[in-house]
T-cell receptor
Framework: SAVISQKPSRDICQRGTSLTIQCQVD?????MFWYRQQPGQSLTLIAT?????????ESGFVIDKFPISRPNLTFSTLTVSNLSPEDSSIYLC??????????????FGEGSRLTVL | AQKVTQAQTEISVVEKEDVTLDCVYE???????LFWYKQPPSGELVFLIR??????QNEISGRYSWNFQKSTSSFNFTITASQVVDSAVYFC????????????FGGGTRVLVKP
């Protein structure tokens, strides 16, 4: 298993500002994933962050709005830019299970709950 | 394209009742994996089970059991003798080998177990 720590756990931000969420893993992992969970909704994949290359974004998500960094194999950040109330969500970092990476099995952090006023 | 449907948005039961959560999936891939995750009020997702497309054996783990039926593209989850601590949102998810094993989640079913 992997232990994933996310910071901040929650934040309240003003419209137009940006928030950077940090994700730290206790082991080296190849792929890290960022998900968004809007209030009362399911999880939607934002992007896949690979170390040493640019993140791969899913349809509907763009780098200008959700820039991602992946400086090493244990750390990643997701920035949510130019915040609007519609960005109020839980943002979750996840990593593939080390010994089951080919199955899609993921471990998740506790999430960062963002509220935009 | 892969899709997961959880038709039940919320289920309310009294403690000790059994509860079954439905999950129906769509995929064109012959190699895929199905998952159930639990999201308690604290927010983190807890992995419960993984099943691959070639293994239709039902599984039981304590009070949890899973029924995988490829003929109906279903992967249902039953909690036997429910407890208050089972109150959570439960997500069914699918990953296809052809899609790089990205997880697609169903809409989730909120289970409320009343004492």
């Amino acid at each position: 298993s992997a232990v994933i720590s996310q910071k901040p756990s929650r934040d309240i931000c003003q419209r137009g500002t940006s928030l950077t969420i940090q994700c730290q893993v206790d082991s080296q992992v190849t792929m890290m994933f960022w998900y968004r969970q809007q209030p009362g909704q399911s999880l939607t994949l934002i992007a896949t962050a690979n170390q040493g290359s640019e993140a791969t974004y899913e349809s509907g998500f763009v780098i200008d709005k959700f820039p991602i960094s992946r400086p090493n194999l244990t750390f990643s950040t997701l920035t949510v830019s130019n915040l609007s109330p519609e960005d109020s969500s839980i943002y979750l970092c996840s990593v593939a299970s080390p010994d089951r990476a080919d199955t899609g099995e993921l471990f998740f952090g506790e999430g960062s709950r963002l509220t935009v006023l | 394209a892969q899709k997961v449907t959880q038709a039940q948005t919320e289920i309310s039961v009294v403690e000790k009742e059994d509860v079954t959560l439905d999950c129906v999936y769509e995929t064109r891939d012959t190699t895929y994996y199905l998952f159930w995750y639990k999201q308690p009020p604290s927010g983190e997702l807890v992995f419960l089970i993984r099943r691959n497309s070639f293994d239709e054996q039902n599984e039981i783990s304590g009070r949890y059991s899973w029924n995988f039926q490829k003929s109906t593209s279903s992967f249902n989850f039953t909690i036997t003798a429910s407890q208050v601590v089972d109150s959570a949102v439960y997500f069914c998810a699918l990953s296809e080998a052809a899609a790089g094993n990205k997880l697609t989640f169903g809409g989730g079913t909120r289970v409320l177990v009343k004492p």
